[in-house]
């Protein structure tokens, strides 16, 4: 499936397990391939279990270490707006799953802010902050936001992707980061990227396991509205990938799938 320049593809493998497996291979290859490209790469990480799996199994990977890792530069699509460390964090958790084993360029890590981090208890202080951080690193006359080359995302139940939430204030939102208060799955408060900034990533792929995960999927490909189904409004500019196992592709036509 295309659109224009930007190609869409949906692969499905057989199981959870699998699908973290080969996502993890996929993305080691996509970075080495920017990095040969571009001389770096970059990457913007979500949260959720399927992304700690992928997370993992890099870690595990044989091939991870073709990656310069400290030429890749990392950012977050969104956050929970909890103190530095909290285990709830998606920070904390690519921290453990994979970040604290690699040799990354600490500055290079572009966490989002936290709660008892310089902005304190103020979430729309700390999309600012984050948005004028995206500003710096955007190269000159590139516009506000850096290059990503592969932006990955989860589907939440209800179709939502990083913590733009079906039918919130974030959904209509177009400034690059903004904060999200009265989140309908816990905790209530974050900071998020927005769709627009989601959708100026060159790749962005998102991952999805589980039967839970189906309904959302199914309409979101189907042309459900991007308000009332965020996932469905998501593409990157050169390829949108969508990599599901079986359960969460269960209410895919097989015309929609394509081979690994």
């Given at each position: 499936?295309?659109?224009?320049?930007?190609e869409t593809s949906v692969v499905v493998h057989a199981d959870a397990a699998v699908l973290a497996e080969a996502v993890a291979a996929r993305l080691v290859v996509r970075l080495v391939d920017a990095q040969a490209e571009r001389g770096?790469?970059?990457?913007?990480?979500?949260?959720?279990?399927?992304?700690?799996?992928?997370?993992?199994?890099?870690?595990?990977?044989?091939?991870?270490?073709?990656?310069?890792?400290?030429?890749?530069?990392?950012?977050?699509?969104?956050?929970?707006?909890?103190?530095?460390?909290?285990?709830?964090?998606?920070?904390?958790?690519?921290?453990?799953?994979?970040?604290?084993?690699?040799?990354?360029?600490?500055?290079?890590?572009?966490?989002?802010?936290?709660?008892?981090?310089?902005?304190?208890?103020?979430?729309?202080?700390?999309?600012?902050?984050?948005?004028?951080?995206?500003?710096?690193?955007?190269?000159?006359?590139?516009?506000?936001?850096?290059?990503?080359?592969?932006?990955?995302?989860?589907?939440?139940?209800?179709?939502?992707?990083?913590?733009?939430?079906?039918?919130?204030?974030?959904?209509?939102?177009?400034?690059?980061?903004?904060?999200?208060?009265?989140?309908?799955?816990?905790?209530?408060?974050?900071?998020?990227?927005?769709?627009?900034?989601?959708?100026?990533?060159?790749?962005?792929?998102?991952?999805?396991?589980?039967?839970?995960?189906?309904?959302?999927?199914?309409?979101?490909?189907?042309?459900?509205?991007?308000?009332?189904?965020?996932?469905?409004?998501?593409?990157?500019?050169?390829?949108?990938?969508?990599?599901?196992?079986?359960?969460?592709?269960?209410?895919?036509?097989?015309?929609?799938?394509?081979?690994?």
């Amino acid at each position: 499936m295309s659109g224009g320049d930007s190609e869409t593809s949906v692969v499905v493998h057989a199981d959870a397990a699998v699908l973290a497996e080969a996502v993890a291979a996929r993305l080691v290859v996509r970075l080495v391939d920017a990095q040969a490209e571009r001389g770096r790469a970059s990457l913007v990480l979500t949260g959720g279990s399927i992304a700690n799996a992928v997370y993992a199994a890099v870690r595990t990977s044989t091939a991870r270490d073709a990656v310069d890792w400290g030429r890749v530069d990392l950012w977050w699509g969104d956050e929970r707006f909890l103190p530095a460390g909290h285990d709830d964090r998606n920070e904390t958790q690519a921290r453990h799953a994979l970040l604290d084993s690699l040799p990354l360029d600490p500055a290079r890590v572009y966490a989002m802010p936290a709660s008892d981090g310089p902005d304190g208890g103020d979430p729309e202080a700390g999309a600012a902050r984050y948005a004028q951080a995206l500003a710096e690193a955007a190269r000159p006359g590139s516009g506000r936001l850096p290059h990503f080359d592969v932006l990955l995302l989860g589907i939440g139940e209800d179709g939502h992707v990083a913590s733009v939430f079906p039918e919130h204030p974030a959904a209509y939102e177009t400034r690059p980061v903004t904060a999200v208060r009265g989140s309908p799955k816990p905790p209530p408060v974050r900071v998020t990227l927005t769709i627009p900034t989601i959708n100026t990533a060159e790749e962005v792929w998102l991952i999805a396991a589980g039967t839970g995960k189906a309904e959302a999927v199914g309409l979101a490909l189907r042309g459900a509205g991007p308000v009332q189904v965020p996932a469905a409004g998501v593409a990157g500019v050169l390829r949108t990938r969508w990599l599901l196992d079986r359960a969460a592709a269960a209410q895919l036509a097989p015309r929609m799938r394509t081979l690994p």
